[in-house]
């Protein structure tokens, strides 16, 4: 079974950097997609940015410049740099893993981490 | 940049009815469509990828249609254990719709 677990401070300080960890179990890296999604409170959902197994990546052009992906596959892991918060970074971060449909194609996130709530606050 | 706008933003239905929610895309996005429901306080879960495959598991009085820029899911006959807010999602440059918010009367 797969699972997704987000891990993290839910409490970062204006103008640092958000760093959160998200640990795969029950499968492999490989041939998906890992994405990390975003939701303030009482909002919608924002994709944030996937990294390949390979350690590609593709960011929301919105962030590209605050946000950085890597991946560490001996560690199941993969994590997410956010840079210079502010409160509106205020959301529940999700990740997830994505797969890529041959039949229509696209991208579909068919597992997803619990969620984990980061506040942006001094 | 590609916009995704959902309809309606919330609906009250009662068990048994017919309920469709409806995605617009700014320009054309092919079959590249998803639909997400989310229940308070969870992550959201893929009911129907490329616009019109069901997902395994999901019950199939689920379903989607549509291609270029209009889709819309239905759920043929409302159930206590649809409530919650539904998105779509553009599969391949990834805005997300608004979400409708889906209430049992």
């Known amino acids: 079974q797969v699972q997704l677990q987000e891990s993290g401070p839910g409490l970062v300080r204006p103008s640092e950097t958000l760093s959160l960890t998200c640990t795969l179990s029950?499968?492999?890296?490989?041939?998906?997609?890992w994405s990390w999604i975003r939701q303030p409170p009482g909002k919608g959902l924002e994709w944030l940015g996937q990294?390949?197994?390979?350690?590609?990546?593709s960011n929301n052009p919105s962030l590209d410049s605050r946000i950085a992906i890597s991946i560490d596959t001996p560690k199941n892991q993969f994590s997410l740099q956010l840079s210079s918060v502010t409160a509106a970074d205020t959301a529940v971060y999700y990740c997830?893993?994505?797969?890529?449909?041959?039949?229509?194609?696209?991208?579909?996130?068919?597992?997803w981490g619990q969620g984990i709530l980061v506040t942006v606050s001094s | 940049d590609i916009q995704m706008t959902q309809s309606p933003s919330s609906v009250s239905a009662s068990v048994g009815d017919r309920v469709t929610i409806t995605c617009r895309a700014s320009?054309?996005?092919?079959?590249?469509l998803a639909w997400y429901q989310q229940k308070p306080g969870k992550a959201p879960k893929l009911l129907i990828s490329?616009?019109?495959t069901l997902q395994g598991g999901v019950p199939s009085r689920f379903s989607g249609s549509g291609s270029g820029t209009d889709f819309t899911l239905t759920i043929s006959s409302l159930q206590p254990e649809d409530f919650g807010t539904y998105y779509c999602?553009?599969?391949?440059?990834?805005?997300f719709g608004g979400g409708t918010k889906v209430e049992i009367k």
């Open positions: 490329a616009a019109s």
């Open positions: 999602h553009q599969a391949n440059s990834f805005p």
């Open positions: 997830a893993r994505a797969f890529y449909s041959n039949n229509g194609g696209g991208f579909y996130f068919d597992y």
């Open positions: 990294i390949y197994y390979t350690g590609s990546t």
């Open positions: 320009h054309g996005i092919s079959t590249w």
């Open positions: 029950g499968a492999s890296f490989s041939t998906y997609y």
